[in-house]
């Protein structure tokens, strides 16, 4: 059993909570303010500590900055009759192991402590799962298919070859084009990506084209189009099979004539872009339903590559799950480890979502696992957080909202970003902080 600080100023609490833990075996060293805890964390280390938050003059924030300052492995846990979101957040940001609101069960928080021992004792069969010289990006793999997918990408981006890339939501379609364009020619030239599915095919003529001034309500200016803006460049044309069956002949005359002519213009010039294009439809069987044109399609699919989903490269999961993690902790200031269990069990996982899905649970992950160390226990929560659940649940509603305030803590307020890591809708955040009366 192990040795703790306990800090509470209310004495029969005090009392209670020390009887207790020594009767369930830790040995308890008790002190009833922030001095005579600073004073004792100053003189002997504790691996953990138990403190009230408002204390006297002082608080357990304090007692909690002083302890992890002495030694960053120490884990804290925090008490509380008054918490606020503000509290939670600082505790968070201090690296509190658990936050209790008071009154809480005894129970409850032997539950803490124990949780808190047992990660101070990792067992030698769930040791972290570290991988070194990790590549700069997060095009990572090192399956077969991806070797292929390497060895196909090293003939064609040297050349200005129009490139088709197929490959489901999530795989990494915009990586494999940015990575043709750092290894063409034209690497020193621009390189617009545009996704065409979310721009209304009223405007895509003028985005990619340009626009003369008074060519249409509200162009008070000429406005250079993308390719002419990615003149001698490269240009990406993400989810082509989205484009609107009316503009796919003006598209189909700029790859034969390779010329641009701005709406409200008579005089079209040349532009020199490379053309890479992605989808994740299948084109072929857009074009049998004339919903793509078969002239176009001949145009674009000069070479095709396919870009493979997870599930079909499960042994590059530990490699990217690592580099996810190294970049989320670097931006969150953590220190989350990833179990061997964790990562084997990451790996026996479909992946609906790709690359795209993975890297956003390790983004949550990192922030959110239990005692900075995402295990088997913790990936499974996660992926069962992304299915539906009983929302009706007060347990549920809960840890919905535990989850809200550490991420909004981890990401100092931005709600935006939060929202994402959340997987939900900005407003759909705005909603939940304004019932947790969160201005």
Same mark, same amino acid.
């Given at each position: ?33 922030? $001095? ?7 003189? $002997? ?78 067992? +030698?069969?769930?040791?972290?799962? %570290? ?15 991806? /070797? ?11 050349? +200005? ?10 795989? =990494? ?11 063409? &020619? ?5 390189? $617009? ?16 084209? =340009? ?8 162009? @008070?200016?000429?406005?250079?189009? /993308? ?22 002949? &003006? !598209? ?21 872009? &490379?053309?890479? #294009?992605?989808?994740?439809?299948? /084109? ?5 339903? @004339?919903?793509?044109?078969?002239? !176009? ?102 840890? %919905?909202? %535990? ?14 970003? #939060?929202?994402?890591?959340?997987? /939900?809708?900005?407003?759909? !955040? ?6 947790? =009366?969160?201005?």
């Amino acid at each position: 059993m192990s040795r703790l600080l306990l800090v509470e100023d209310d004495g029969s609490l005090r009392n209670t909570l020390s009887t207790f833990l020594e009767l369930e075996g830790y040995q308890v060293d008790a002190a009833s303010g922030t $001095q005579e805890a600073l004073l004792r964390l100053s003189n $002997q280390s504790f691996p953990i500590v138990v403190s009230d938050i408002y204390l006297d003059n002082r608080t357990g924030l304090d007692v909690l900055n002083a302890a992890r300052s002495a030694d960053p492995n120490c884990l804290v846990i925090l008490m509380s009759g008054r918490g606020s979101m503000e509290t939670v957040m600082k505790a968070t940001q201090g690296g509190a192991f658990d936050y209790l609101a008071k009154p809480f069960e005894l129970d409850r928080l032997l539950e803490v402590v124990k949780r808190a021992e047992a990660s101070l004792q990792i067992v +030698d069969d769930d040791d972290d799962c %570290e991988i070194d010289d990790l590549p700069e990006t997060e095009m990572i793999g090192s399956s077969a298919v991806m /070797i292929d997918l390497y060895k196909t990408i090293s003939k064609v981006a040297p050349t +200005d070859a129009t490139v088709l890339l197929e490959g489901e939501t999530g795989t =990494g379609k915009e990586l494999v084009a940015r990575m043709i364009h750092r290894n063409s &020619r034209r690497a020193e030239k621009s390189y $617009q990506p545009v996704d065409c599915a979310s721009i209304a095919p009223s405007l895509l003529e003028s985005e990619l084209f =340009g626009a003369m001034k008074g060519s249409y309500t509200g162009a @008070d200016r000429d406005r250079m189009g /993308i390719f002419e803006a990615a003149n001698h460049g490269t240009v990406f044309l993400d989810e082509i099979g989205e484009i609107d069956v009316g503009f796919q002949l &003006r !598209l189909l005359r700029f790859f034969e004539e390779r010329q641009v002519r701005p709406l409200g213009s008579n005089k079209p010039h040349p532009v020199d872009v &490379r053309i890479v #294009a992605a989808t994740n439809k299948d /084109i072929a069987q857009l074009v049998e339903e @004339d919903k793509f044109r078969e002239d !176009l399609w001949f145009r674009i699919n000069v070479v095709r590559l396919r870009i493979p989903p997870l599930r079909e490269r499960a042994g590059d999961v530990p490699l990217l799950a690592s580099f996810f993690l190294r970049r989320y902790n670097e931006r969150y200031g953590l220190q989350a480890k990833l179990t061997d269990a964790g990562v084997k069990h990451m790996a026996s996982y479909t992946w609906p979502g790709n690359v795209r899905q993975l890297q956003h649970m390790l983004e949550r992950l990192t922030i959110l696992a239990p005692d900075n160390r995402i295990d088997e226990r913790a990936v499974q929560d996660a992926i069962e957080a992304t299915e539906p659940r009983d929302s009706g649940s007060e347990t549920l509603a809960d840890a %919905e909202m %535990e989850q809200i305030k550490r991420v909004i803590a981890a990401t100092n307020g931005n709600k935006s970003r #939060a929202a994402r890591i959340l997987g /939900i809708e900005r407003k759909t !955040l705005y909603r939940k902080l304004e019932k947790m =009366g969160v201005p």
